[in-house]
Each structure stands twice: as C-alpha cells, then as structure tokens.
C-alpha cells in the first residue's frame, strides 16, 4: 500500500483556479491519478500520470486541467483552472500499478486500476 496525503482544496468562485497536491510515499506504484466524487454521485476518473511521464485527463476536464509530477516523481499536483460548480466534490488521489498500466491512456481508468486511495480533499466552486 502506498500512502497518500493529499492537500489544496478549498472554495473558490466559478472561473477560478485552485491546485491539488498528492504525497506519496512508501508503497510502490506505476502511476498516480485523481477522481471526485460529487454528493450523490458515483467517484469518477480525473485524471492520471504514469512515471514515464505520460498523462491523461478526462474529456470532462480537457484543456482546463492539468496533472503534473515532481522530478523525484514522488508528488504529484493537478492544477485546475476555469472550474465550474460541477466541478464541486471530494477529489481522492490515487496510485496502481495494474497490468493496464499502458493501456491508460487510451481507455477511461477505473477505481480497479488503483489500489491505494488518499483520504481525499474537498474543493467547491460557487457561482
């Protein structure tokens, strides 16, 4: 098991900025990756990044955010901008190190491709 800490959430106003942050340490992993979870609502896929570098964010998010690594690839950090109420949720981080590992960039990743789960960091976007 990996243990994860994430920080960042907070409330802002729609068309405003905030950025999450995701520690990792012990454990050992292929990638990290992001999910919310509105009330209500099933925790849905946000994005991920492998340790290669490579990444992949959900059509839900395109082009508003972005998910980054440090070079010791120990932290992670996912820079939302122009977020909109429906962004509202508790976003968990997550890592794997699951066979579809390659695959993740092509397909949408499930709660099955991750086996190690942050507590989870609150963000709310008014309007």
């Known amino acids: 098991q990996v243990h994860l800490v994430e920080s960042g959430g907070g409330s802002v106003q729609s068309g405003g900025s905030l950025r999450l942050s995701c520690a990792a340490s012990e454990g050992f992993y292929y990638y990290l990756g992001w999910f919310r979870q509105a009330p209500g609502k099933e925790r849905e896929w946000v994005a991920v990044i492998d340790v290669d570098g490579s990444t992949s964010v959900a059509d839900s998010v395109k082009g508003r955010f972005t998910i980054s690594q440090d070079s010791a690839k120990t932290t992670q950090s996912l820079q939302m901008n122009s977020l909109r109420p429906e962004d509202t949720g508790m976003y968990y981080c997550?890592?794997?190190?699951?066979?579809?590992?390659?695959?993740?960039?092509?397909?949408?990743?499930?709660?099955?491709?991750?086996?190690?789960w942050g507590q989870g960091t609150q963000v709310t976007v008014s309007s």
């Open positions: 997550a890592a794997g190190k699951g066979w579809r590992r390659h695959l993740l960039r092509l397909l949408v990743p499930t709660r099955a491709d991750f086996d190690s």
